[in-house]
Each structure stands twice: as C-alpha cells, then as structure tokens.
C-alpha cells in the first residue's frame, strides 16, 4: 500500500510502500523533547520503500545516532533514521501522514520514560469540540 505524507506548509513531502515492519506510539523523552508532545506515533518502513518527493527536510541528532528530520520552513516533525539501533529502517511520523488513520498502533515502547499522566490520557472526558 502505497502511503503519502507531508509538513504542515507543504513544503517537504514524501511517500511509503509495502507494510510497515511496526507501528508504535514511543513514551520516550528524546521524542517528547523533540515534539513538544506528550508521545510520538512512529512507523518503521524498509528505507527502499521510502522516498521524499518533494523539497528537502532538516536533520538533527538529537541523541547520537538518532537523526530526526523536519521540515526546514515549518518545523513539522516527518521521518527518523538511527542506522545503529534501527539498521536499514525509515521510521515516518504516523500523523504527518496524509491518512494518518491508515496506520494503527499496535504498541506503546518506551514507556520507562512516559509522562506519568499519559498512562491513563484515554479515560480523561471527551469533548467533540471544546467543553460547552
Ligand atoms: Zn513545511
Ligand atoms: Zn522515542
């Protein structure tokens, strides 16, 4: 299944085939320092099976061999490279996806380092919007 995504501005787009190896909200604190948000949903794909399409994405190590890659204009969290812990793996940002809801996580990894609260954000009230 072919997969498109992108950055928030357009600029920097990029595509994925086949099936992802995994799909996984990661808890850990270089993701969070990363995002500004609380989790990360990543999906690993062979790094044959993805290419970007379209501009050219901004990289920065943010823990050794951990490269993260953004978009250089709109900040957009898009793909991750770690060729030590993850050899021969493109992990793509699940909501950068076009069809964010294609893929769905099948785990929570990393949870050592997760925000104690995000343990249980799924039963916290729910509003379509905002609360009335
Ligand atoms: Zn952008
Ligand atoms: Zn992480």
């Given at each position: 299944?072919?997969?498109?995504?992108?950055?928030?501005?357009?600029?920097?787009?990029?595509?994925?085939?086949?099936?992802?190896?995994?799909?996984?909200?990661?808890?850990?604190?270089?993701c969070q320092k990363s995002s500004g948000a609380p989790?990360v949903?990543?999906?690993?794909?062979?790094?044959?099976?993805?290419?970007?399409?379209?501009?050219?994405?901004?990289?920065?190590?943010?823990?050794?061999?951990?490269?993260?890659?953004?978009?250089?204009?709109?900040g957009?969290g898009?793909?991750?490279?770690?060729?030590?812990?993850?050899?021969?793996?493109?992990?793509?940002?699940?909501?950068?996806?076009?069809?964010?809801?294609?893929?769905?996580?099948?785990?929570?990894?990393?949870?050592?380092?997760?925000?104690?609260?995000?343990?249980?954000?799924?039963?916290?009230?729910?509003?379509?919007?905002?609360?009335?």
């Amino acid at each position: 299944m072919k997969l498109e995504g992108g950055c928030q501005c357009g600029a920097v787009r990029y595509s994925v085939e086949g099936e992802p190896q995994h799909v996984a909200f990661c808890h850990c604190a270089d993701c969070q320092k990363s995002s500004g948000a609380p989790a990360v949903a990543w999906a690993a794909y062979a790094a044959d099976d993805f290419a970007v399409t379209a501009g050219a994405a901004s990289s920065y190590s943010s823990n050794g061999d951990a490269i993260r890659h953004f978009c250089p204009t709109c900040g957009s969290g898009l793909y991750y490279v770690n060729e030590a812990v993850l050899p021969g793996l493109v992990d793509i940002q699940v909501a950068s996806l076009d069809k964010p809801d294609t893929l769905q996580p099948q785990a929570h990894i990393q949870v050592a380092e997760r925000i104690s609260w995000m343990k249980h954000a799924a039963s916290l009230p729910e509003f379509e919007r905002y609360p009335g």
